[in-house]
């Protein structure tokens, strides 16, 4: 039977989080095994979580602003997106991405737009980017059907380009209706669009992470990182976010 301890290196060794050998200087002395991680305690402690951020305004989140949206349950939510022509990805979508997952979940994990492979099953991270993900939450303890996942857009932009200001829009009464039906314990914004989106910022991913943000207009934390997709791109930027699931962990059991 694999131990926890081994399960996590395995999906560590996947995530291409390995372990090597560390000598000093000179190439002497005893080697020390330590995972690819910030290379002193000191950068470690740099990553740990600092106090909340007060919240932006919220500009793409609004409490009431779509009526219709507002009071629907999970099943009536899911034919309103299914349903929905809000804009124009309606005329070039195969299926809308509806969400997935344990919908009393505490963590809530929020990705960008589908692409093609998400487009086609109508299921959000699927594809090698969901196998990541899959493996950066096992890293941690966790399976795909412990958290619930979604994204910022319902539909595929065309040639997987970043979603515009009136999609980002036109979702967001959906995505707010799904924050409020699961009430997550902690959002997990992944990749730049969602965050973004969800903290009405432009600041980038890297100055974002490692700290715990506030979901505007409600006291739920959000914390920020990589996209499985750009950490598929940027191989070498994986061991910030073990840093950043660590951090999760710790506040899932504080």
């Known amino acids: 039977m694999v131990s926890a301890a081994q399960r996590r290196r395995q999906c560590l060794e996947v995530m291409g989080i390995v372990r090597y050998r560390l000598r000093n200087a000179s190439g002497t002395g005893e080697p020390a095994e330590r995972l690819v991680e910030p ?5 470690v402690r740099e990553e740990r979580l600092v106090p909340e951020q007060p919240a932006v305004p919220a500009q793409n989140l609004p409490a009431s602003r779509d ?6 349950d999970w099943e009536e939510l899911e034919q309103a997106v299914a349903g929905c022509c809000a804009c124009g990805l309606c005329k070039t979508r195969r299926n809308t991405v509806f969400g997935v997952g344990n919908r009393e979940a505490e963590l809530m994990i929020i990705g960008e737009a589908p692409g093609a492979e998400e487009d086609r099953q109508g299921e959000p991270f699927v594809g090698r980017a969901g196998e990541l ?8 303890g966790l399976g795909r059907d ?3 996942i979604a994204n910022i857009l319902k539909c595929r932009p065309p040639g997987n380009r970043n979603p515009s200001v009136e ?8 995505l707010q209706r799904q924050l409020e039906l699961v009430a997550p314990r902690v959002v997990l914004a992944v990749g730049g669009v969602a965050a973004h989106n969800l903290l009405a ?15 505007p207009g409600s006291d739920v934390p959000v914390l920020v990182t990589y996209h499985p997709a750009y950490l598929l791109r940027r191989p070498e930027e994986k061991a910030k976010s073990w840093v950043d699931l660590q951090s999760l962990h710790r506040f899932l059991h504080e």
């Open 39 to 43: 290379a002193s305690p000191a950068a």
């Open 167 to 174: 999609e980002a829009a036109a979702c967001a009464p959906f």
């Open 67 to 72: 009526e219709p949206v507002a009071g629907l």
């Open 133 to 140: 993900l899959n493996n950066m939450l096992a890293a941690i």
């Open 201 to 215: 910022t432009d600041e980038s991913v890297g100055r974002l992470r490692g700290r715990r943000h506030r979901l």
């Open 146 to 148: 412990r958290v619930y």
